[in-house]
Each structure stands twice: as structure tokens, then as C-alpha cells.
């Protein structure tokens, strides 16, 4: 006879992670592994890499990730990182060191030609990228201004890295991200910031964000998530003015997450019942 276990195509013992960290990679390999890529975030994902890929594209310089709690923000945000990021991730599997193919394992999930071609063509040795999690790595009434380039800084200098006692402005922050990008030698910086809204939890740091990105060049691009509630809590204009801004506005809606759990969780169910059911 058939066990319950064989029911299902994945081990179901297998340790699953139901809350993904922007800022922890011990569980990477898993997670780029199981991701499910639904057609509505294959649609945005495209949406997204077409204005990311066009050399006119002199407004909008980033990608903002809204959903409800557990809606997959932070997975996707993490996916997002991955491509840009990493050709192989090294996992163990039988005592074994093995590899996965970031890129490859994306595109296998991919049914859009043009869209699989598109992702295929990430080189993830032209980027300088930076992951974090906004309410993890802030200090207590800090503003982005002053929080990015040390955060940045002690990220890319480590040990070497000496904060700036006088302060920032927009244009000083600017610089100096483009002088740690000229230093790398990469094309682009991208910037990967889950839970955005806890660095803008009043109209002054908002208004000196919305500063920022008046003036952050082309080659530097934001990647964010935030939580809907939370959007709620930002004047419609001001929300609508930075969404803009940013230009590319992901919506992880709840219905998603039936396909995702059905893909993840129970795949190979459904054809096992039937078989024993015939």
C-alpha cells in the first residue's frame, strides 16, 4: 500500500520555514528551492524587469512590495536579492556539498517565454547588492539619511568603516553611495530593504526620504517591502507621490497565497488521490 508520506512529491519533514527573514540566509537554498512563482508574480516580476532593463528610464528607480502579513513580501523580496546576487548557491545534501543554480531553478518556474529570457539574462556579477531589514538594523529615532550609509558602509567596509560625525544630506548620502559603487567596480547597486516603513514612522523622516529620492541616480535602485496596514498610515498623497517615485508597485494579493500553498505544501496529492481512486 501507499504510506501518507508518499501522498506528497516533497518530504514532509522536512524543516519549513512559515516566516522568511529578510536578513537570514541559513535557510536560503530552501527557500529559492520551494519558491512558487504564481502568474500574477510572474506578471509583476516582468512588469518590473522591463522598466528595470529600459536605458530611457530616467524616473523610476525602484520596486515596492505591499501585501498583508504572510502574504510572501519578504520571500519574494529575498528572491528578488537571490537573482541578482547569486550564479550558485552551495547546499549539503547527503552529507554531500552541493550546488543550485539560482537563475536556472527561477527560470524552471517560469512558463513566459519572454519572461524566462529576461531572467536568463541577469548577470549577478554587475550588482552590488545590500539586504536588510529596516526594524533590525536602525537605532531609535534615526533617519534614513543618517541610517543608509552606515548601514551600507559597515556592510561593504566591515571592519574598516568610520561613520560620518557631521552628518548627511541627501546629495552627501548620494555621493557617497556612488563612490562605494565606483570603489566595487559593479554596474548598479541595489538596495533590498524589508519592513521600509519602520525607517518613516514620521512626516520629517518621510519628507527627508522623499529628498533622497529625488536625487538618487539611475545606477542605484531600491527594493522594498511594507506591510498594507501600514501603508494605510501614510497620507494618500505622500503614498501615492512615493509610489510613484519608486515606479514599479508589487501587490501580493491574498488569493496568491492558495496557489502557493497548494504548490508548496501539497503537490502530487491531487494525482495520488486519483490513482487510488481509479
Given at each position: 500500500?501507499?504510506?501518507?508520506?508518499?501522498?506528497?512529491?516533497?518530504?514532509?519533514?522536512?524543516?519549513?520555514?512559515?516566516?522568511?527573514?529578510?536578513?537570514?540566509?541559513?535557510?536560503?537554498?530552501?527557500?529559492?528551492?520551494?519558491?512558487?512563482?504564481?502568474?500574477?508574480?510572474?506578471?509583476?516580476?516582468?512588469?518590473?524587469?522591463?522598466?528595470?532593463?529600459?536605458?530611457?528610464n530616467?524616473?523610476?528607480?525602484?520596486?515596492?512590495?505591499?501585501?498583508?502579513?504572510?502574504?510572501?513580501?519578504s520571500?519574494?523580496?529575498?528572491?528578488?536579492?537571490?537573482?541578482f546576487?547569486?550564479?550558485?548557491?552551495?547546499?549539503?545534501?547527503?552529507?554531500?556539498?552541493?550546488?543550485?543554480?539560482?537563475?536556472?531553478?527561477i527560470?524552471?518556474?517560469?512558463?513566459?517565454?519572454?519572461?524566462?529570457?529576461?531572467?536568463?539574462?541577469?548577470?549577478?556579477?554587475?550588482?552590488?547588492?545590500?539586504?536588510?531589514?529596516?526594524?533590525?538594523?536602525?537605532?531609535?529615532?534615526?533617519?534614513?539619511?543618517?541610517?543608509?550609509?552606515?548601514?551600507?558602509?559597515?556592510?561593504?567596509?566591515?571592519?574598516?568603516?568610520?561613520?560620518?560625525?557631521d552628518?548627511?544630506?541627501?546629495?552627501k548620502?548620494?555621493?557617497?553611495?556612488?563612490?562605494?559603487l565606483?570603489?566595487s567596480?559593479?554596474?548598479?547597486?541595489?538596495?533590498?530593504?524589508?519592513?521600509?516603513?519602520?525607517?518613516l514612522?514620521?512626516?520629517?523622516?518621510?519628507?527627508?526620504?522623499?529628498?533622497l529620492?529625488?536625487?538618487?541616480?539611475k545606477?542605484?535602485?531600491?527594493?522594498?517591502?511594507?506591510?498594507?496596514?501600514?501603508?494605510?498610515?501614510?497620507?494618500?498623497?505622500?503614498?501615492?507621490?512615493?509610489k510613484?517615485?519608486?515606479?514599479?508597485e508589487?501587490i501580493?494579493?491574498?488569493?496568491?497565497?492558495?496557489?502557493i500553498?497548494?504548490?508548496?505544501?501539497?503537490?502530487n496529492?491531487?494525482?495520488?488521490?486519483?490513482?487510488?481512486?481509479?
Open positions: 500500500g501507499i504510506s501518507f508520506k508518499e501522498l506528497f512529491s516533497k518530504d514532509i519533514d522536512r524543516n519549513i520555514n512559515g516566516v522568511i527573514k529578510a536578513n537570514d540566509e541559513k535557510n536560503l537554498n530552501d527557500e529559492v528551492n520551494e519558491y512558487v512563482l504564481t502568474e500574477e508574480i510572474c506578471r509583476n516580476l516582468a512588469k518590473f524587469l522591463d522598466a528595470y532593463n529600459d536605458p530611457s530616467h524616473e523610476q528607480n525602484g520596486a515596492w512590495i505591499s501585501g498583508f502579513f504572510g502574504s510572501g513580501k520571500h519574494l523580496l529575498k528572491i528578488m536579492h537571490s537573482l546576487t547569486y550564479k550558485k548557491l552551495d547546499y549539503k545534501e547527503d552529507n554531500q556539498i552541493k550546488e543550485l543554480d539560482v537563475i536556472h531553478n527560470q524552471s518556474k517560469i512558463k513566459n517565454e519572454k519572461i524566462r529570457s529576461i531572467v536568463g539574462n541577469i548577470n549577478s556579477e554587475d550588482y552590488l547588492t545590500f539586504m536588510f531589514s529596516a526594524n533590525h538594523v536602525t537605532k531609535s529615532n534615526e533617519h534614513i539619511i543618517d541610517a543608509l550609509p552606515r548601514i551600507i558602509g559597515e556592510f561593504y567596509f566591515k571592519d574598516d568603516f568610520e561613520e560620518n560625525s552628518g548627511y544630506t541627501a546629495q548620502v548620494v555621493n557617497y553611495l556612488k563612490e562605494i565606483a570603489h567596480g559593479k554596474k548598479r547597486m541595489l538596495i533590498f530593504i524589508d519592513e521600509f516603513l519602520d525607517f514612522d514620521d512626516t520629517d523622516k518621510i519628507k527627508k526620504f522623499e529628498a529620492m529625488e536625487v538618487i541616480p545606477e542605484i535602485w531600491f527594493f522594498v517591502t511594507s506591510l498594507e496596514a501600514k501603508n494605510q498610515k501614510i497620507e494618500v498623497n505622500t503614498a501615492e507621490r512615493m510613484d517615485r519608486f515606479g514599479n508589487l501580493l494579493q491574498p488569493e496568491e497565497m492558495v496557489k500553498i497548494k504548490d508548496r505544501y501539497l503537490e496529492i491531487q494525482a495520488t488521490f486519483m490513482l487510488l481512486t481509479s
